[in-house]
């Protein structure tokens, strides 16, 4: 019997009009009220917590299929990290909710301002399951609708699946499918919509917002660089560097390291380093390594591979290169001195390989970025002070990490997304709940102290007095009311 239902629900048509009724019926729950009281956030945000706790061997498992993602990534970076987003919620969520008492003028006097965070409403979310947008709408009190990707098959079936058994259907659906579901989605006027992924798709998910006004939040990526400085630590610097790019997903990651810049006299030394370590962690044929996540499809591994093969690269490759079309597995690979004007440097590369590109000064380094479109986070290893601020001061990205990569996705007191083509808006931790939050200005007065000069008709000793009100000077009131002040 279940097989059948089963059957029957894949069977079933997702198009605008599945999508338009989709849209209503959650417009209805969130005009009840239902999802703005304090007690539905609690009550969805621990049932979230707790399927990740019973669940989270299905989890891994989800992700194994999708990615061979080893477990001990899938257990941090996907499960655990969410919790710790979780828990920071329902620990401030009161505070949050709580409106934000404001400064009033001697213009309005007497009377009382707060700022009082409402949600949007009904708000879509295109983005992997695990991300914290999802925390930050229940935590804001929306209903929403998310999509996963269909690029991860087993995690988008278990999601959907996952928020049947544990969260209120009445508020939180779950579309799965491919262009034609996020079209129909997309077509539908919702209150906010939030994308993760390229910068081509977000285009369409703009143009499709304009269309009704609506607010987008679009955490992207780009070609997010690091810049090595000699006299560093340089064995933790690689280890560091390499667990930001291949030990979350192999490099398919938003805030991966794209490339390597460094000085020419230096490169040697850290390509060494780079090449040891990677075999100390992957051992000498990574293709085998069980640490190591494989390409999501075939399609990117194509996309991959054809970055590879340019003539103006292939001849570049400085360490690994395998490559097994089968298992859909590309090994670390270095690649020195590759042109800028070539395909691996035009796009995000989204995948385990990394380009190295020298200077002849590491300031110069600072030109090379900010060349190029705004990356979403950007890397330095260096010891000296001087540089670290010259880098703060003159790289612009999303976020920056000074001797570290990645590691500000598990800061929840740091705003995380990107600027211009990286993206736009910032979430985690209360970032992700004001992104989600509409902050209302409240204005409040009695009947006492109304001020005759604001009402016609109108003098010059009317207009006098009403500029130093605006003014917001207490002497200059004084000296207007016995006439010392002219208009």
């Not at 030394?269 to 990574?286: A, C, I, R, T, V």
């Amino acid at each position: 019997m279940g097989s059948e239902e089963e059957t029957k629900k894949k069977n079933e048509v997702f198009d605008a009009e599945a999508a338009s009724l989709f849209v209503k019926e959650l417009r209805g729950t969130f005009a009840s009220g239902k999802t703005k009281s304090y007690g539905w956030r609690v009550s969805q945000l621990k049932s979230l917590m707790k399927m990740l706790n019973e669940r989270e061997p299905d989890i891994v498992d989800a992700l194994r299929q999708d990615l061979d993602k080893p477990e001990l990534e899938s257990s941090i970076y996907e499960v655990a990290l969410l919790k710790t987003s979780i828990k920071s919620a329902l620990k401030e969520l009161k505070h949050w909710m709580t409106p934000e008492k404001a400064k009033t003028s001697i213009t309005t006097f007497p009377s009382s301002a707060e700022i009082v965070p409402e949600p949007f409403g009904v708000v879509l979310i295109i983005s992997p399951w695990n991300y914290p947008f999802f925390v930050g709408a229940i935590a804001a009190g929306n209903a929403l609708v998310l999509k996963p990707s269909e690029v991860a098959p087993a995690s988008s079936s278990l999601l959907a699946k996952l928020v049947g058994e544990y969260m209120d259907l009445s508020s939180i659906r779950v579309v799965e499918g491919a262009v034609a579901e996020t079209s129909a989605l997309l077509d539908q006027k919702w209150d906010k919509i939030c994308y993760t992924g390229n910068s081509r798709v977000a285009r369409i998910v703009m143009a499709a917002a304009a269309k009704h006004l609506t607010p987008v939040l679009l955490e992207l990526g780009g070609k997010s660089p690091v810049v090595f400085d000699s006299g560093i630590n340089l064995k933790v610097a690689c280890r560091r560097m390499i667990m930001g790019k291949w030990g979350c997903n192999n490099g398919q990651a938003c805030i991966s390291p794209d490339h390597i810049i460094t000085t020419k006299d230096y490169a040697p030394k850290l390509l060494e380093s780079l090449k040891n370590e990677l075999e100390n962690f992957y051992g000498k044929n990574p293709l085998e390594s069980k640490d190591l996540s494989r390409i999501v499809n075939s399609n990117h591994f194509a996309r991959l591979s054809k970055l590879l093969d340019d003539d103006k690269v292939s001849g570049k490759i400085v360490h690994g290169g395998e490559r097994d079309k089968n298992k859909l597995r590309i090994a670390p690979t270095l690649l020195l001195d590759v042109p800028r004007d070539s395909l691996i440097m035009s796009e995000e590369i989204f995948g385990p390989l990394l380009p190295i590109l020298t200077v002849d000064k590491i300031e110069d380094s600072f030109d090379i970025i900010n060349s190029g479109t705004k990356p979403l986070a950007a890397y330095l290893f260096t010891n000296n002070k001087k540089l670290k601020q010259q880098f703060v001061e003159t790289v612009s990205a999303g976020g920056l990490v000074i001797n570290d990569t990645a590691v500000h996705l598990a800061v929840h007191s740091l705003p995380f997304g990107g600027v211009q083509e990286s993206g736009m808006g910032a979430y985690h931790g209360k970032f992700s709940f004001d992104v989600f939050s509409h902050k209302k200005a409240v204005l409040s007065r009695g009947f006492i102290g109304d001020v005759p000069v604001r009402y016609p008709p109108y003098t010059k000793g009317k207009l006098r007095l009403l500029k130093v009100l605006i003014s917001g000077s207490l002497l200059g009131i004084i000296r207007a009311l016995l006439g010392w002040s002219k208009a």
